[in-house]
């Protein structure tokens, strides 16, 4: 770990610089796999799994069978789990559902806004070395309540041609309406193009590595909305004196094992807590089952220690970080400050597992300083709001005018001629 | 204008494709721009402004003496329009004001939503044929209403170094903080970096022309958040019987003259609306100013006969059009089953020009088919919703156990001890 003390605002920028994430090398690469899948469909897909996930698929779709058998393979307590989890993420997701009020502007001008789910996503869940079922209720929680009618998931299976029970557990209890075999790259052009397995989905959502990103990117510029560019996981914990060490090096222990290019960042006021910080580390780090992984991104991680914490909080704000942990006296006043993150933390009982698993609040968010622009999935990401407007007679005599004037200014007189037509009737 | 008579559905698909735009063929040309605008900030704009807007400048900032100047050159007339547009547009847009509430999932454990304004954002406005002064109230009318605290914007000058007035009053009065004399690619490039004249910003909004639209795209893989992917814009009008062939012909021809790649389709259920819009459109073109416009992109557009109401939609629904103007008899009841549309228009005296300029709804809205999973530009996309969670001591109490269990079964081992480290403490 990199301990900073009382760095000059000018050293900033530098200092919370992220790794970039360039997948520009990787466009031809993910190019030719995606025209493949749009060309071929899920011939195409099926010769990937074999290639990428080693697996020989007959079919892409999870039948029945397996979903009834995959229940019965997760275990009682992970079932209960699972349910509280998914209650919590849905009271708290259920509470953002839009109500538009109609307004009328001027008489006889009335405006709305209507929200509409997105009528078709995919969700992609990806393998590797954890099964992300907490990212499956993440993900088709808000879309369920937004009413998507329907909801796909695309997740790579093990060597065996078989998905994770838990993720289709998942799967199955937060509305997921079809899940297929696929991973990577294959995946992403299979929901955004269609198969004749795959619908083509409308808006791609989910995590993965450098290639999925890099495919998500592609697609999005033309065929296929996606939730948001994606980077490694990163905590900033902002503590003062009151924190307690053993809490705070657990929090940043937990996002250092996420990855090895995972960030941990400690802006503290306190030199006492930054000294004890360090020693829980080493003191917790030893028993950790992904102690190497932890290990590496720690060899990233920086403690600094700032003069006071309005300094700490324009820090947190430069930064930007997915998500916040604030262990202070005042939390409250503290949170109020801050304008730039993903998710926050407040108070000693409150890890960024929390909010991982269980807590209610959604864990898909933005990362690499991308919550200056960005906010993280909701259920707003799952709808449109289509705006409406009716004028009536009266409304576009009083208007109509104005129009008149600005659009011959644009020099758009079909425009203007569109108003004149319907106020000469009025005449 | 092309006539379609009860199209079979397998039809549907290829009837309604737009044309595709491709911006591959631009990348390296804009790449080139892009990079040079990063490593040499105000002089390669400077320069680019000399080859392609023709104009040498001696500063990019628009200076307090040239707002004040514009005020005076635009007229009494086109003031109290711009007023009155700006007035609506205020009045719905601050209906959009987001007000988070707090929902406790379990005893101890409260999650919220807080809207922060993106504190930094750039407008881009276009200048070709067309003073957009309407675009800058759309855009900067909902980023003042959010609260972001640098709203830039940047248009390209004249060949005498001067914006259109009517643009620098309109940026005046909706809070526009800055003005820059910028344009095309070499603007982008200022606002995703920053020079030593532009701040860099955090997202970019505006239409623009295919090399805008390539440089939006390219400065969103990584540098900027944009509003929405672009493309030519486009109407579609549902109408039936009841509906007036001279109000119907006008709004086709004010989609028309936009540009010779706009699109504009009549839906309709009666054989002679269709005939007299036909004559109509005939009429009404040829004493129009941009009459050569239209002209070519009627060509392109379509006069579609369909046999219920229900298809209709339906269609529309496939379409999925940025403008959709309803004028049958019950529109009400056909609005409820629009699910795919950018902004809706309602009832014979709601032409599309009523929210170009001054209903109140926002004219920044999705081309090309992206309505199925975009919306338009409203105070939404100035803003981020930055979630809150305080877990308290029974509240961890509560879900604990339930997250120790999930991060377990995820093996993330240290997610799971940033629970257990905390119960330990309350045993």
């Given at each position: 770990m990199n301990i900073i003390t009382n760095p000059e605002r000018s050293a900033w920028k530098e200092m919370l610089k992220r790794p970039t994430l360039n997948t520009d090398i990787l466009r031809n690469t993910v190019s030719e796999v995606l025209n493949r899948i749009r060309m071929e469909g899920d011939k195409a897909v099926v010769e990937y799994e074999e290639k990428f996930d080693k697996v020989r698929l007959s079919s892409l779709a999870v039948t029945e069978k397996e979903f009834a058998e995959a229940e019965k393979e997760v275990s009682i307590e992970l079932k209960a789990a699972i349910m509280l989890a998914y209650n919590n993420i849905r009271t708290f997701h259920s509470s953002q559902k839009f109500e538009g009020k109609k307004v009328t502007?001027?008489?006889?001008v009335t405006c709305w806004q209507k929200a509409v789910a997105i009528e078709k996503v995919g969700l992609y869940i990806p393998g590797g070395t954890a099964p992300l079922f907490s990212t499956v209720l993440m993900l088709a929680t808000p879309a369920q309540i937004a009413g998507c009618k329907e909801i796909v998931l695309c997740t790579p299976p093990d060597r065996t041609g078989k998905i994770h029970p838990a993720i289709l557990y998942a799967a199955k209890i937060a509305g997921v309406s079809r899940v297929f075999k696929a991973g990577g790259v294959q995946a992403i052009g299979a929901m955004a193009y269609g198969t004749e397995s795959v619908p083509k989905v409308y808006k791609i959502f989910g995590p993965g590595n450098q290639y999925v990103t890099a495919a998500k990117q592609q697609v999005s510029l033309r065929d296929v909305a996606i939730d948001m560019p994606a980077g490694p996981s990163e905590v900033a914990v902002l503590a003062d004196e009151t924190a307690n060490p053993a809490f705070v090096a657990a929090d940043l222990l937990s996002q250092a094992?996420?990855?090895?290019d995972s960030q941990a960042i400690l802006i503290t006021t306190s030199q006492d807590l930054l000294q004890s910080v360090t020693e829980e580390v080493d003191r917790q780090?030893?028993?950790?089952?992904r102690k190497n992984i932890a290990e590496k991104s720690l060899a990233n991680s920086k403690l600094i220690l700032v003069k006071t914490i309005d300094e700490a909080i324009e820090m947190v704000n430069e930064y930007a970080p997915e998500h916040l942990i604030i262990e202070t006296k005042d939390y409250v006043n503290v949170a109020e400050k801050?304008?730039?993150?993903g998710s926050v933390f407040l108070g000693a009982?409150?890890?960024?597992s929390a909010g991982d698993y269980?807590?209610?609040?959604?864990?898909t968010l933005p990362t690499n300083g991308y919550a200056k622009a960005y906010s993280g999935v909701s259920v707003d990401s799952f709808i449109r709001k289509i705006t409406y407007q009716e004028v009536t007679a009266e409304g576009i005599a009083t208007i109509g005018p104005a129009i008149e004037v600005l659009a011959a200014n644009e020099y758009l007189d079909a425009h203007k001629n569109a108003v004149s037509v319907r106020l000469e009737t009025l005449k």
């Open positions: 502007t001027l008489p006889g094992e996420h990855g090895t780090l030893p028993s950790l089952f801050i304008v730039n993150a009982y409150s890890p960024e269980a807590s209610g609040t959604n864990h």
